[in-house]
């Protein structure tokens, strides 16, 4: 399944150029390539677990479609009658991409990270969930239309599905409507396991959702705030954050540096905030010197970008240092206990000359850092030779 779904991506992206299609519309296939690699990974390691065979699945439905349009529009386009069954071939383009879109919202979510139900109540979500998947990709099959592939007529559409009116309409809104209320209970389901989750399934658990709120994050920064990037900028980030949730689903399946996550987290925070903080503090001081030395001198905009940079510069590692102290203050409280209660102690050894005192408070150091079981000091008594 792996090599056809390379073998598949290699073929659209060559048909692609003759097609003189978008390549911006072909980036997706990056995360395509990721997927196969990652489903394969994890199916052959652990062959009993779905998830692999979920992810490759998704990975082979998408390449499937996209590999129908560009062999569709290269055989009854860019040059007539040269591939066989270019129309027939065609259909991929109208349905493959459903099959793979539910493994993924919906599916996934069910059976991570071990490849069972939450229990056994959440298994008429997952017969919903099929059943939705059947009828969706049904009605994909059947749909007349030829907007998917530039006006190319799906072979296999039944145009009298037009003349139905309102119960076309209706299928074509209350069929994705189920789509969206599965994928809703799948995310129920993987937010409930989050939540019960403890010990080595709280942190697979961590690294999906780490790669799902970086995700999602995209969207919503996109979406909801309005905030514009150049299309190379949004395909790419796009491409990131996704290929950032497989190899998420990799590490966490295969139990491989799962405790990593912790460092990965304390580092996104902490440069996202120094970033910004450094962003703003950039701009608006190019724009506060600028207006400053445009009244003195009347030039002052390379003055004030280079004044600016060397502020930034200079600022650096104060602010770096500021920011993780902050995250650490807010959400690693326990480092952060852990390094201050350290650093007492490093102060005070420094003065303490008394032993006994010196073992007690090396003692309670240690269970405030380490937090173990039990703790004990033993000292070696010193030979009569020294």
Same mark, same amino acid.
């Given at each position: 399944?792996?090599?056809?779904?390379?073998?598949?991506?290699?073929?659209?992206?060559?048909?692609?150029?003759?097609?003189?299609?978008?390549?911006?519309?072909?980036?997706? #296939?990056? !995360?395509?390539?990721?997927?196969?690699?990652?489903?394969?990974? =994890?199916?052959?390691?652990?062959?009993?677990?779905?998830?692999?065979?979920?992810?490759?699945?998704?990975?082979?439905?998408? !390449?499937?479609?996209?590999?129908?349009?560009?062999?569709?529009?290269?055989?009854?386009?860019?040059?007539?009658?040269?591939?066989?069954?270019?129309?027939?071939?065609?259909?991929?383009?109208?349905?493959?991409?459903?099959?793979?879109?539910?493994?993924?919202?919906?599916?996934?979510?069910?059976?991570?990270?071990?490849?069972?139900?939450?229990? $056994?109540?959440?298994?008429?979500?997952?017969?919903?969930?099929?059943?939705?998947?059947?009828?969706?990709?049904?009605?994909?099959?059947?749909?007349?239309?030829?907007?998917?592939?530039?006006?190319?007529?799906?072979?296999?559409? =039944?145009?009298?599905?037009?003349?139905?009116?309102?119960?076309?309409?209706?299928?074509?809104?209350?069929?994705?409507? #189920?789509?969206?209320?599965?994928?809703?209970?799948?995310?129920?389901?993987?937010?409930?396991?989050?939540?019960?989750?403890?010990?080595?399934?709280?942190?697979?658990?961590?690294?999906?959702?780490?790669?799902?709120?970086?995700?999602?994050?995209?969207?919503?920064?996109?979406?909801?705030?309005?905030?514009?990037?150049? $299309?190379?900028?949004?395909?790419?980030?796009?491409?990131?954050?996704?290929?950032?949730?497989?190899?998420?689903?990799?590490?966490?399946?295969?139990?491989?540096?799962?405790?990593?996550?912790?460092?990965?987290?304390?580092?996104?925070?902490?440069?996202?905030?120094?970033?910004?903080?450094?962003?703003?503090?950039?701009?608006?001081? =190019?724009?506060?010197?600028?207006?400053?030395?445009?009244?003195?001198?009347?030039?002052?905009?390379?003055?004030?970008?280079?004044?600016?940079?060397?502020? =930034?510069?200079? #600022?650096?590692?104060?602010?770096?240092?500021?920011?993780?102290?902050?995250?650490?203050?807010?959400?690693?409280?326990?480092?952060?206990?852990?390094?201050?209660?350290?650093?007492?102690?490093?102060?005070?050894?420094?003065?303490?000359?008394?032993?006994?005192?010196?073992?007690?408070?090396?003692?309670?150091?240690?269970?405030?850092?380490?937090?173990?079981?039990?703790?004990?000091?033993?000292?070696?008594?010193?030979?009569?030779?020294?």
């Amino acid at each position: 399944m792996c090599g056809l779904t390379l073998v598949l991506i290699a073929c659209a992206l060559v048909l692609a150029v003759p097609n003189r299609y978008p390549v911006s519309d072909l980036y997706f #296939l990056m !995360t395509e390539v990721s997927a196969a690699l990652v489903g394969a990974l =994890i199916a052959s390691r652990q062959p009993r677990n779905p998830v692999g065979w979920f992810i490759i699945g998704h990975a082979l439905c998408f !390449t499937l479609g996209e590999f129908g349009r560009q062999y569709a529009i290269f055989g009854v386009l860019t040059s007539p009658g040269s591939l066989p069954l270019a129309g027939a071939v065609a259909s991929l383009a109208y349905w493959a991409w459903f099959p793979g879109l539910m493994l993924m919202i919906a599916f996934l979510p069910l059976y991570f990270p071990d490849g069972r139900l939450l229990s $056994p109540r959440w298994r008429p979500v997952a017969g919903i969930t099929v059943f939705v998947a059947v009828l969706l990709t049904a009605l994909a099959v059947v749909r007349p239309g030829g907007y998917e592939t530039r006006g190319i007529p799906n072979p296999l559409g =039944i145009e009298s599905l037009n003349d139905l009116g309102f119960l076309s309409g209706a299928l074509e809104v209350l069929l994705p409507g #189920l789509g969206v209320l599965v994928g809703l209970l799948a995310v129920g389901s993987l937010v409930a396991r989050f939540w019960r989750s403890r010990g080595v399934e709280r942190q697979q658990m961590k690294w999906f959702v780490y790669a799902a709120v970086l995700f999602i994050s995209l969207a919503v920064l996109k979406q909801i705030l309005g905030v514009r990037v150049p $299309p190379i900028v949004d395909e790419i980030s796009f491409v990131v954050t996704l290929q950032a949730l497989w190899v998420a689903i990799g590490f966490s399946v295969l139990n491989y540096r799962l405790y990593d996550v912790d460092v990965v987290v304390n580092r996104t925070l902490v440069y996202t905030g120094f970033t910004t903080v450094l962003a703003l503090l950039y701009f608006g001081s =190019i724009a506060l010197l600028q207006a400053v030395l445009i009244v003195l001198t009347g030039q002052g905009a390379q003055l004030a970008v280079v004044a600016s940079t060397l502020l =930034i510069a200079a #600022l650096f590692n104060p602010i770096r240092h500021r920011t993780q102290n902050l995250v650490d203050r807010r959400f690693y409280r326990g480092k952060y206990d852990a390094e201050r209660v350290l650093a007492v102690f490093s102060d005070k050894l420094r003065d303490e000359t008394d032993l006994d005192r010196l073992s007690e408070d090396l003692l309670v150091v240690v269970r405030e850092t380490v937090q173990p079981e039990h703790a004990s000091l033993w000292l070696r008594a010193r030979s009569r030779r020294t």
